[in-house]
């Protein structure tokens, strides 16, 4: 039997094949999507409609105005303990840290939730994701 995700590959290779950066992109997508299930979804919710006054959503969400790349690669690995607002609602909640997530992780989970959410849909490289880590506060 052919694995789920292989299947996804080519048909994604099927539709669109253009650049290299674009198949390097759509990998990312799938990868990610993998990486966000097992490791995002369960308190942001597959949709990413996030869980009432607890865990904040990620779809359709000021996020990408307010937050820019390099904080979100930190945040993915270690985590916040903030007052934040998000669409106007005050989340003041602990997201724990992701030791286990390496920069690739990063890098997929972020090129899908951008795939997803983010009206810029392009890929965040693994050298910027290293760079990001690297200068974490
Ligand atoms: C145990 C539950 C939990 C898990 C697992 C979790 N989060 Fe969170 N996340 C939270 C909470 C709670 C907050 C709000 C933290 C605060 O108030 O500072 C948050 C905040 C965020 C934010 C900031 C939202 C904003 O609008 O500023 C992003 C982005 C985010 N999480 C993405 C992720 C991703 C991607 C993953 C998987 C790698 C993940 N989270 C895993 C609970 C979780």
């Known amino acids: 039997m052919i694995p789920k995700i292989a299947l996804l590959i080519l048909v994604i290779f099927g539709v669109s094949c253009n650049s290299r950066e674009e198949i ?11 990486l966000y299930q097992t490791n995002c979804a369960n308190c942001h919710q597959v949709d990413g409609s996030g869980l009432k006054d607890l865990y904040p959503p990620l779809a359709k969400t000021d996020l990408w105005q307010r937050v820019d790349m390099n904080t979100l690669a930190c945040l993915l690995k270690n985590g916040q303990k903030d007052s934040i607002r998000v669409n106007g609602k005050v989340f003041n909640a602990y997201m724990p840290g992701n030791a286990k997530l390496q920069a690739l992780d990063i890098a997929e989970i972020i090129t899908y939730m951008r795939e997803k959410w983010s009206p810029n849909k392009s890929i965040f490289s693994l050298d910027s994701t290293r760079i990001a880590l690297k200068n974490c506060p």
């Open 24 to 34: 390097t992109r759509q990998q990312y997508v799938v990868e990610g999507m993998n």
